[in-house]
């Protein structure tokens, strides 16, 4: 098998035909396989599924999730289905036109040396939010993380299979596949891409999903967090010695002074402030630390289609 497509799917029943339909013109001469993963879709995906896989079964796999757990478990899930020598991912919305798939593997064809080809992105869409903090989101996670992220980098890439074994080779649960996949190393080509116009059906990140999105990945690529908080009690309680040492003089020269009641409640908010921000900080990563403990697995398949052993 030569390209493993894996495409991750949350309510997008709408866009299925069209993202296969493309996929199949394109690669009609090659031995390529469409990995879909149902990320636990609510509307009627998994039917679409259904009726694609039984036109041709030769092309199509589906995995289909108990519920909904991500878009980077289903990342994980079909990498882990995946047979081919290449391995690429692509959102089903249509935003990521399904052409650049053959630029990226005639690359990796003509470049032996090169493992990964990542797709970064010319101009964001979405509302001014969205598109400021993505950029954002790259400047503060490299500065806050030694793993070197490419800015605008999509999950929209195709890679060698070496690059597939060592990713499934590490197995934490909190998957946060940008990372993962700049953790990884290796020789990787960046490609800009124009974002397209999503198909039907709307964005599953809004603001709120994206912070969070955005804290996980800081929390498990950065322990500076952590550093900072130090950094900031140390700062804060050398200001504190040296306004007492400055107080005791005072007070010894000028003799007792009216309290400055302001002051002592601005201070205290302050340094209260500063304490519940570090415990918040050490509990983002406890938090963390006690889902990984757990041990659970990364997703559960309710149905597999496709596959020898078919969970039915
Ligand atoms: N997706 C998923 N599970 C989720 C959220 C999203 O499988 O919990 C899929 C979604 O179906 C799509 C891709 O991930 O194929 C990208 O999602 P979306 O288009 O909503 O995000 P955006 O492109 O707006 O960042
Ligand atoms: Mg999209």
Known sequence: MKLSIIIPACNEEA???????????IFSDINFEVVFVDDGSKDKTYKVLESVYRNDKEHVKVISFSRNFGKDA??????????????AIIDADMEQNPTYL?????????HPDYDQVVMTI??????????VGGKLFYKFINFLS??????????????????????????????????IFSWVGFNTKSMEYKVGKRKAGKTKFNLKSSFKYAINGVVGFSVKPLKLATFFGTLSSLGGFIYLVYLIVKTLIRGVDTPGFATLASLTLFLGGIQLIAI????????????ETKNRPIYVARKKLGFDEEIL
């Open 102 to 110: 053959e630029n990226m593997m005639t690359f990796l064809d003509h």
């Open 74 to 87: 289903a990342i994980y899930a079909g990498m882990e289905h995946a047979a081919g020598e290449y391995t």
């Open 15 to 25: 866009n299925i035909d069209s993202i296969y339909n493309n996929i199949r013109a």
């Open 122 to 131: 010319q101009k964001r869409n979405g509302n001014i939010f969205k598109r």
């Open 146 to 179: 030694d793993t070197k992220f490419i800015e605008d980098a999509s999950d929209f890439r195709m890679f060698r299979s070496t690059v597939k074994e060592a990713i499934l080779n590490l197995p934490e649960k909190n998957r946060f596949s940008k990372g």
């Open 280 to 291: 918040g900080i050490l509990g983002e990563y406890i938090a963390k630390m006690f889902i």
